[in-house]
């Protein structure tokens, strides 16, 4: 198997910046439980606090579609739906 190497941003929108974070926070919790995964970290941005960045490491694409069919990513996407102004998910392959 190949690890998958992905980065998210999750843009908040701004009245709901805290309520997002709150929810990210919980959701990398849960996330460090799952099978497969070697690494979940979530940034805040400086110089803008609603745009948040996750870069992640699975064990492999199939682990992580596991990852997001658990209740803890359910959980998540409920508590956040309506709050989200942006979100991108870029799916890397290491070149060097």
């Known amino acids: 198997m190949s690890e ?7 843009v908040a929108k701004k009245e709901s910046v ?25 940034h805040e941005d400086k110089s803008d606090p609603a745009v948040f960045i996750f870069y992640e490491i699975w064990e492999s694409a199939a682990l992580l579609e596991k990852h997001m069919l658990t209740e803890g990513f359910k959980a998540y996407q409920k508590a956040v739906d309506g709050h989200i102004a942006e979100r991108a998910i870029n799916k890397l392959t290491l070149l060097a």
């Not at 974070?21 to 070697?38: M, P, R, T, Y």
């Open 18 to 42: 805290e309520l997002v974070k709150s929810e990210l926070l919980k959701l990398v919790a849960h996330a460090k439980e799952d099978e497969g995964c070697l690494t979940y970290s979530c």
């Open 4 to 10: 998958l190497i992905l980065v998210a941003k999750v």
